[in-house]
T-cell receptor, first 113, second 117 residues
Framework: GENVEQHPSTLSVQEGDSAVIKCTYS??????FPWYKQELGKGPQLIID?????GEKKDQRIAVTLNKTAKHFSLHITETQPEDSAVYFC????????????FGKGTKLSVIP | GAVVSQHPSRVICKSGTSVKIECRSL??????MFWYRQFPKKSLMLMAT?????????EQGVEKDKFLINHASLTLSTLTVTSAHPEDSSFYIC?????????????FGPGTRLTVL
């Protein structure tokens, strides 16, 4: 199965600053790399994902970068806002061809106004 | 599009009773559904995977006789916690895979908070 490590576990930034969260995975055959945002008491919401044939993807203030050689992908949030405060999870597939996802332990992001 | 609902959103029950949680895909056909549980301040742990019309596949350590999963249609899966005990109290979340979309993409429901007294 996939071994997933996510860092940092907590992150505090001033409003307007950038935040970066890194996810390391073990299965070199993985080809799908999503990031989820979970607000308190709610289910996770997909915020951005990338596939292995692309190195970077951006959606307004959110971006994901992928380094397949080093087996890690990162979430970048620019111009952070208080509403970005949440727990973020990376969740690569559990194995080549698997429909299951393996969730990282999560990063609690706090944006300080 | 790609909306998943869960019902109920929260339930409180007495020890020894059974509780059923429904998961519905509202605007797509869910060929595969997943059930997770999440303890406070922890990550999501996959409990089982179900494909429409077939038996669910349970993860190691999950009791299939305690957590009954039924995926009878392409839009509905149910999780029944049988003879619930306080240690079953948790946040249960379902997700669904749209068979017409890229294979790994999952859409999550809002979760069900179960409290067993």
């Amino acid at each position: 199965g996939e071994n997933v490590e996510q860092h940092p576990s907590t992150l505090s930034v001033q409003e307007g600053d950038s935040a970066v969260i890194k996810c390391t995975y073990s299965d070199s055959a993985s080809n799908y790399f999503p990031w989820y945002k979970q607000e308190l008491g709610k289910g996770p919401q997909l915020i951005i994902d990338i596939r292995s044939n692309v190195g970077e993807k951006k959606d307004q203030r959110i971006a994901v970068t992928l380094n397949k050689t080093a087996k890690h992908f990162s979430l970048h949030i620019t111009e952070t806002q208080p509403e970005d405060s949440a727990v973020y999870f990376c969740a690569p597939p559990s194995g080549a061809g698997s429909y299951q996802l393996t969730f990282g332990k999560g990063t609690k992001l706090s944006v300080i106004p | 599009g790609a909306v998943v609902s869960q019902h109920p959103s929260r339930v409180i029950c007495k020890s020894g009773t059974s509780v059923k949680i429904e998961c519905r895909s509202l605007d797509f056909q869910a060929t595969t559904m997943f059930w997770y549980r999440q303890f406070p301040k922890k990550s999501l742990m996959l409990m089982a995977t179900s494909n429409e019309g077939s038996k669910a596949t349970y993860e190691q350590g999950v009791e299939k006789d305690k957590f009954l999963i039924n995926h009878a249609s392409l839009t509905l899966s149910t999780l029944t916690v049988t003879s619930a005990h306080p240690e079953d109290s948790s946040f249960y979340i379902c997700s669904a895979r749209d068979g017409d979309r890229p294979s790994n993409e999952q859409f999550f429901g809002p979760g069900t908070r179960l409290t067993v007294l």
